[in-house]
């Protein structure tokens, strides 16, 4: 019989995500300093970065963000939801998987310039896709529309940029520091 092994790195990766997500929902919920801040755009960065693989890294942040949107869709949310979660929401997860593959790309060696990078393409990804999908689901796509949606936008992807880089040194800093304690955790070569 084989005993399922689990590693202990993916493991821990994981559970940091999960915790994030759940950070998430309690900010939400106007619990925490963090209130006004949303770690969705760090959780793509942090699977980017240190998840290896094609799948794991869109997989284990993907998966924990679709939970969190079915909790918030069934409860703080549920006067937008549109069946599961809510209208144009694969926007939203394109751009996540394309904040995702950001990570992978810019953070190879993890540095505060490639993490200060990512969060910035990141945010620019989060607003020009989001803003793209929300005129498309409203059957309004025009440049002019667009344009106005991305001013319009601009308080809150700055909190979104503050966000992704609040929790992205959280989840950077406390996984290196980790490793560095851990050897257990380091990526096997």
Known sequence: MSVLKINPRNAILLIMILVTAAMRLFAIN?????TVFTPIGAMALFGGAYFTGNV???AFPLLTLFISDLVLSFTV?????VGLLYSGWYWTYGAFALMTIAGKLIIRDITI???VIAVIVSTLIHWLVSD?????VENKFSFPVYYTRLITAIPYELRFLAGTAIYSTILFGAFEWLQRRYTSLQPAH
């Open 30 to 34: 106007g619990y925490g300093p963090l």
């Open 56 to 58: 794991k890294p869109f």
């Open 77 to 81: 949310y549920s006067q937008y939801r």
């Open 113 to 115: 310039k490639s993490i």
């Open 132 to 136: 793209i999908g929300g005129c498309l």
